[in-house]
């Protein structure tokens, strides 16, 4: 069965610093992989997919995620963080006609 | 290009009462529909999704029914609502397998 886990509940960076949000993931076949955002009281953001290809993908925002088959992880990026993107990140596996999320990661930026 | 509308987007109702609430896709044909509650603004839980007119899916025994009685239109109805389906609703369209979903802007469901 498809799965995604995302190990921190919370993530706390300061403005400027990297920041890296972790997922791993257990599927059958190829992984179709996906970042979502939410903010308070809205829906979620398309950031990112990986489909196939190059291991690193490039996104909205300024963010990023590596694709790493033998860890079975996907970890969002951004090199330098700022206030706004303090938000609820989403981890995503395609399966089939759905989505399997991933429990969420709260991040929150300080000045 | 697409664009997904939902609404309402905050609903007060009380135990008992029915609920209605639609969602609309347009700039797509036969797109994939999905309807997802949120609870205490974190994970995601799958209640219904459609991949075509008249055909839908449950992903959990609930006071819960979907319907899509046009290609684009997506509805999550209740006959009498409990306080458990307080919540976050959402709703998603995709093109289909392997693509990225498109979400709503939510609707905020108190049961008081």
């Known amino acids: 069965a498809q799965s995604v886990a995302q190990p921190e509940d919370q993530v706390n960076v300061a403005e400027g610093n990297p920041l890296t949000v972790k997922c791993t993931y257990s599927v059958s076949g190829n992984p179709y992989l996906f970042w979502y955002v939410q903010y308070p009281n809205r829906g979620l953001q398309f950031l990112l997919k990986y489909i196939t290809g190059d291991n690193l993908v490039k996104g909205s925002y300024g963010f990023e995620a590596e694709f790493n088959k033998s860890q079975t992880s996907f970890h969002l990026k951004k090199p330098s963080a700022l206030v706004s993107d303090s938000a609820l990140y989403f981890c995503a596996v395609d399966h089939g006609q759905n989505f399997v999320f991933g429990p969420g990661t709260r991040l929150s930026v300080l000045p | 290009s697409q664009t997904i509308h939902q609404w309402p987007a905050t609903l007060v109702q009380p135990v008992g009462s029915p609920l209605s609430l639609e969602c609309t896709v347009e700039?797509?044909?036969?797109?994939?529909l999905y309807w997802y509650r949120q609870a205490a603004g974190r994970g995601l839980q799958l209640l219904f999704y459609s991949v075509g007119i008249g055909q839908i899916s449950s992903e959990v025994p609930q006071n819960l029914s979907a319907s899509r009685p046009q290609d684009r239109q997506f509805i999550l109805s209740s006959k009498k609502l409990l306080l458990s389906d307080s919540g976050f609703y959402l709703c998603?369209?995709?093109?289909?397998?392997?693509?990225?979903?498109?979400f709503g802007q939510g609707t905020r469901l108190t049961v008081v």
């Open positions: 700039g797509t044909s036969n797109p994939n």
């Open positions: 998603a369209w995709r093109d289909g397998m392997n693509t990225e979903a498109f």
